[in-house]
């Protein structure tokens, strides 16, 4: 039998937890662990409850689940997902144990992962200090002000820093854990899971929580939604005003109105966006020269693209493929 790893993984609930932050991950691994016994291989994760007590812990829902183990400083396993509540400023002040623990394993334990707002107890136990790191967009301005040295982006899918993980709200937990498993695991088994479970491999951690693929599902206008779809396809062309307009038979003036009174933000805005989105996961999905990916997505050059790219997170594409590529 070829061996793999055993990690050990501690899914750390309290009173009030998400329950489906919970159970998403822990399906995720527990599928790997069905997924690695199918394919003769050894390893995987043994995953456990664990709460501030041990016994039945009450989530969000009809649901409890049970914590076999409480949390200890003295017993780290190789990973840790502590669970996001709706009422985080209520579970803080219910769990301080969950704080305290938090300031002492975060420097010593390998992995250590936030799903939604539980990144506000790695935040209050000064794991996020100095940091990148991501919550569920509804939280984000209240992370940011409560704790002003963390660097909050409000944007993304899931966030890695270092052994710091962080992702966005409820399903995002399960991007998150896709990741830990082809990290662990790698792409193959991965991308097993994630066909059982009939969900994406990975969206890429950087993606927009809003992403203009979701943008266009909720603009109202059948026409403009359809129009949207349409660039989205075309991000290779020259997508100006006069063309759009031309295409929907309306004039340039009252299609940049009706466009952005069901996006809220231009023609001119939404194709960066989208352009900047899809450059962003070529970067992490593939190995092509970068005036390739600037050709492909329409930023025309490399100069372009790389504006664009410093405008919205600050770093170079060239930095950003160093940080985050996947490929192989």
């Known amino acids: 039998m070829s061996q793999y790893k055993l990690h050990t993984v501690d899914i750390i609930v309290y009173p009030g937890f998400k329950a ?27 995953i456990a409850i664990v709460s501030t007590k041990i016994g039945m812990i009450p989530s969000d829902t009809l649901m409890s689940l049970q914590a076999t183990k409480a949390i200890s400083i003295f017993a780290l396993p190789d990973l840790a997902l502590i669970v996001g509540s709706p009422d985080i400023e209520q579970a803080l002040k219910d769990s301080p144990e969950i ?42 301005e209240l992370l940011r002000k409560r704790y002003p040295r963390v660097q909050v982006d409000a944007d993304a899918i899931f966030i890695r820093e270092g052994n710091i993980w962080t992702s966005a709200g409820v399903t995002a937990g399960m991007d998150l854990a896709l990741a830990i498993v082809e990290e662990d695991f790698g792409r193959e088994i991965a991308l097993e899971v994630a066909r059982d479970l009939v969900i994406y491999l990975k969206r890429p951690g950087g993606q927009s929580q809003f992403s203009v693929h979701l943008s266009s599902q909720l603009t109202t206008n059948p026409t403009i939604r359809e129009l949207q779809n349409w660039i989205m396809l075309h991000l290779d062309e020259d997508l100006n005003v006069t063309k759009l307009a031309a295409r929907l038979a309306m004039s340039e003036r009252n299609f940049a109105r009706v466009f952005h009174r069901e996006t809220t933000e231009s023609p001119a ?35 372009k693209m790389r504006r664009v790219f410093q405008k919205k997170i600050g770093v170079t594409p060239k930095v950003y493929r160093e940080r985050f590529s996947t490929a192989l």
């Open 99 to 140: 704080v305290e623990w938090v300031k002492n394993a975060a420097p010593r334990i390998n992995r250590l992962a936030a799903l939604c707002t539980g990144s506000f107890f790695l935040a209050e136990g000064g794991a996020l200090n100095g940091r990148r790191a991501t919550t569920h967009w509804n939280f984000a």
């Open 269 to 303: 805005d939404f194709i960066e966006r989208a352009r900047f989105e899809v450059a962003r996961r070529l970067l992490e999905e593939n190995k092509s020269p970068l005036k390739v990916i600037a050709l492909k997505t329409g930023f025309r050059t490399e100069e």
């Open 20 to 46: 489906l932050e919970a159970i998403g991950p822990l399906k995720v691994l527990d599928y790997t662990n069905s997924c690695l016994r199918k394919r003769n291989l050894a390893g995987g994760y043994e």
